[in-house]
């Protein structure tokens, strides 16, 4: 890439009524590094036209399908630099493999895949091709889950003995799939989402952010999905009992029945000098309260955090960073190993950004978690 550019940016998915599609443009073009070109937005070449549209892309570039987008972007002189996956997850592996294969680097929605198979599939081809590989756990973005993640990696809060992360939404309490809402349409639908309902969508969020904060890994657990609403075709409510690897133990609650609740992801650490209490509906102060000390707020921006949190800060104190930026942060990352790939292959990714690694494990959580279930009893992880 000329140094003078920004990298250029094929999506696949995204169009007419999609959440995340839009959501990736914005983040992926937040600080200047990227831009969207083109794009196979929808199944209907209608619809993929009309959100090239509204994206303001080349007219000729807003494809009927992402093998077609593929082909056709290999041999321009602009070619894209890498894919974007914000389809539903049943096109998630078909489309990553495709773009690797292709020579395309590739930054996927979570989760990775349908399934844990699949995923095992997908780890092989991204060490085949070795090609840039990222998934976009949106929440490792903030910059004071970074600092959370300095605290328990640093030693700071001493030996980790208890975590407890929960993620509670409402918005599946009545069953608007069968209405027409898109959103929830897929994701209820086993063919679209694969097996795992609330357990994949956000309770696969609540296991990395454990992870990713404590640097902790899950050693085996004991889950209860539920399907609460009738007639819907997979579960919208969990709760899992883990065991660490350091022998400490933690428990992850999942809802997306949870009535008035909005996003409500939240992270509790425990160790044996000091504890960590976020909230991503306040994301911009993290809780840490000491066994002998005053208890402290840290604020976002603020000079006294580590240089993690510090580096994926934009803006001055007092000025709330949220979502978007958050996302932003894991496409400056995922920029910076495009950076990288110039001089070194396989790309490396920074280590604070979510990749191959995350999205084995996350497949592996849901896969444990639905046997865990159906079994009644611990399963090894």
Known sequence: MAEN??????????????FIGPVHKMAAELDGRMELVAGAFSQSSEKSRLAGQAF??????AYANYNEMIAAERIRKDAIDFVVIATPNNMHLPVAKAALEAGFPVMSDKRATMN??????LEKIVAKCGLAYGLTHTYAGY??????????RSD???TIRKIAVEYLQGWLSQPIETTGQKQAAWR????????GGCIGDIGVHAFHLLEYVTGLRVTSLNAVLRTVVPGRRLDDDCSAMLRLDNGAEGML????????????LRLRVYGEHGSIDWKQEDPNRLRVKWADRPEEIRHAAAGYLGADARAVTRLPGGHPEGYIEAFAVLYREFADALDASRNSKPSPLPPTL?????????????DRGIESSRRKNWLDF
């Open 188 to 195: 209820s639908d086993p063919k679209f989402n694969g097996p």
């Open 354 to 366: 979510p990749g191959i690694e995350a999205a084995v494990r996350g497949m592996r959580f849901i």
């Open 5 to 18: 550019r920004k990298w250029r940016m094929g999506m696949v998915g995204g169009g007419p009524g999609a």
């Open 156 to 158: 700071q809060l001493g």
């Open 116 to 121: 844990y198979s699949e995923a095992e599939e």
């Open 56 to 61: 303001r892309i080349d007219p000729a570039r």
């Open 143 to 152: 910059a004071l889950v970074r600092e959370a993640r300095h605290l328990c």
């Open 253 to 264: 609650m999942a809802s997306q029945i949870a009535t008035g609740e909005g996003n409500g």
